[in-house]
């Protein structure tokens, strides 16, 4: 499939009269849209609720319009619950999913009517040694172990990760959460990463039902939501067919149906996600400001990894157009790099893409969600302005680039 842009080189021209380049440009009305779908997929489902994992596009411009389609958060630091509040999102529209949790978190947490969930067996006391008490609605995260696979491929490696409670644990977890005062309980489980198949939440769904099934007869505890957390996943690549998020919705229906219909359970679903949310419906727009003929071609840009880690750090593919050249012949093969000291600051290896002449708009598709996220600072790079494309084609600075005072601000000469 041909990956198109959200914006044109005339309004890309026009924006950077005022906000130069770089900056992450983020796409209003496909935001809205896509997270009506989401609600739609899911409106089988009494008191479903996405909360978008505020992680991937910490901005209180996104969360707002998020919000405002009926989503809830995903927290699991202390800023992130603090932008929350200062968003106007409490209560139970706060999910915070932690781990290592420090206590301060904890006590935030609580201060703002979140629905805490707990990682380990071990927070219980760790909870209570924060606030004191056990809140009545608390969550639980699972971690089966093993390996997480579907019709036999491996889709991702839950017993390596460092989240979750074995079976056992949250079994006993439930137990002393009932003695402790709990009267209803949510399990969370996390076990694929940016998964592009269908089945990845009816499958997660499925195990998860049979769970709260099992936790509540056992335990008497009931299980009333049930949170599938973050992992759809985005095509990133051309040839990548897209997640359908009506027939993702319709799968969990199905095991929903069969596993906790006939149990007698009610329960209200949660996901937290983030990648589906947000990512394709940002891009990193970059200028090309150098061009380099040596062992091989590369086009300098004034982006770099602490823009967009992503390709850096995982080698992730991140599709790029050149604006306004959507329609010429790829004959060139390039390495888009950026300006940091390190051989891995590269936004494509070998990449073919139409001629680039100094001056040209380069537009890094699907960074949406953890892009500007993962900024950083290294090199003394400054982290690069947010920016939101409004429905009415305008655009609107959501936060501004980084001026080496906000660099210097934490040191003391
Ligand atoms: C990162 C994360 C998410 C979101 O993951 P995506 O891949 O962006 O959907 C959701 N929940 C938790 C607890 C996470 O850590």
Same mark, same amino acid.
């Given at each position: ?48 609720? *996405? ?26 630091? /202390?800023? *992130?619950?603090?932008?929350?509040? =200062?968003?106007?999102? =409490? ?26 969930? /707990? ?34 491929? +491996?889709?991702?490696? #839950? ?42 939440? #009816?499958?997660?769904? =499925? ?18 939501? +049930? ?7 985005? #095509? ?92 010429? +012949? ?20 070998? =990449? ?58 934490? /040191?003391?000469?």
């Amino acid at each position: 499939m041909k990956k198109t842009t959200f914006v044109t080189l005339e309004q890309l021209r026009a924006f950077s009269q005022t906000i130069p380049t770089p900056f992450h440009l983020y796409d209003e009305q496909a935001i809205r849209e896509n997270a009506r779908r989401v609600n739609q997929a899911f409106a089988w489902n009494k008191g479903f609720k *996405e909360y978008f994992a505020v992680k991937a596009t910490p901005n209180p411009s996104i969360m707002q319009i998020l919000h405002e389609e009926g989503c809830g958060m995903d927290c699991s630091s /202390l800023t *992130e619950l603090m932008l929350c509040d =200062r968003v106007g999102i =409490r209560g139970e529209d706060i999910m915070f999913s932690s781990n290592d949790t420090p206590k301060q978190d904890f006590q935030l947490a609580e201060q703002l009517g979140a629905i805490i969930n /707990l990682d380990d067996i071990t927070h219980i006391q760790s909870l209570l040694d924060a606030i004191g008490y056990i809140p009545e609605k608390i969550s639980c995260r699972y971690n089966p172990g093993g390996n997480f696979e579907i019709s036999n491929t +491996i889709m991702d490696t #839950p017993g390596e990760a460092k989240y979750g409670m074995t079976k056992a644990q949250i079994m006993q977890a439930a137990k002393i959460l009932k003695e402790r005062g709990a009267k209803e309980m949510g399990i969370h489980a996390f076990l694929a990463s940016n998964t592009t198949t269908n089945d990845y939440y #009816p499958t997660l769904a =499925r195990q998860l039902f049979s769970l709260a099934v099992e936790i509540q007869r056992e335990t008497g505890l009931p299980v009333t939501f +049930i949170n599938l957390s973050g992992g759809v996943g985005i #095509p990133y690549r051309p040839d990548q067919e897209p997640a359908d998020i009506m027939k993702i919705g319709a799968g969990v229906q199905r095991a929903y149906e069969e596993v906790l219909t006939p149990a007698g359970m009610e329960v209200k679903l949660c996901t937290e996600m983030g990648r589906f949310m947000l990512g394709p419906y940002g891009c990193l727009v970059t200028k090309a400001i150098h061009e380099k003929h040596t062992h091989k071609e590369y086009i300098g840009v004034d982006a770099c990894a602490c823009d967009l880690m992503r390709p850096a750090m995982y080698g992730a593919y991140h599709h790029i157009t050149v604006a306004g050249k959507e329609d010429e +012949i790829c004959d060139h093969m390039y390495d888009i790099v950026g300006s940091l000291c390190e051989n891995n600051d590269k936004f494509a290896i070998n =990449r073919m893409l139409p001629k680039i002449d100094k001056g040209d708009f380069l537009i890094i598709h699907d960074t949406g969600a953890h892009g500007h996220a993962m900024g950083y600072n290294y090199n003394g790079k400054l982290r690069s302005a947010e920016v939101l494309l409004q429905p009415d084609g305008t655009a609107r600075l959501i936060r501004r680039a980084e001026t080496p005072e906000d660099y210097f601000a934490t /040191l003391d000469f």
